[in-house]
């Protein structure tokens, strides 16, 4: 499956921003999808995780009660809804698939494919 992130940008401290991934490929909803980031210096981590039904959700601590990840199988289209936007959120954020892990599996390992990646900046 190829995949193509967008919805980064520039917002305040406190802001929003909603991230979208696009799959291509008929076989998107036997996918677990997942968001990760990386920040300048830092090894990529996993933010948020769903299943292939959207049934289980998996997040990173320091996320949890501000961003949502959710999917929409029939448009192909992965989303990952940033409320409450730290500087420590700023990072290049990329939208990951996998036919094989569960969304439990934070290594980068466990996915096939990825995404282009996508900017958000945080201003404090």
């Known amino acids: 499956v190829q995949l193509q992130a967008s919805g980064g940008g520039l917002v305040q401290a406190g802001g929003s921003l909603r991230l979208s991934c696009v799959a291509s490929g008929r076989t998107f909803s036997n996918y677990a999808l997942a968001w990760f980031r990386q920040a300048p210096g830092k090894e990529r981590a996993l933010v948020a995780a769903?299943?292939?039904?959207?049934?289980?959700?998996n997040y990173e601590d320091s996320v949890k009660g501000r961003f949502t990840i959710s999917r929409d199988n029939a448009k192909n289209a992965v989303y990952l809804q940033m409320n409450s936007l730290k500087p420590e959120d700023t990072a290049i954020y990329y939208c990951a698939a996998t036919l094989w892990a569960s969304v439990s599996a934070a290594r980068v390992s466990a996915y096939d494919s990825w995404g282009q990646g996508t900017q958000v900046t945080v201003s404090s």
């Open positions: 769903i299943s292939y039904s959207g049934g289980l959700t």
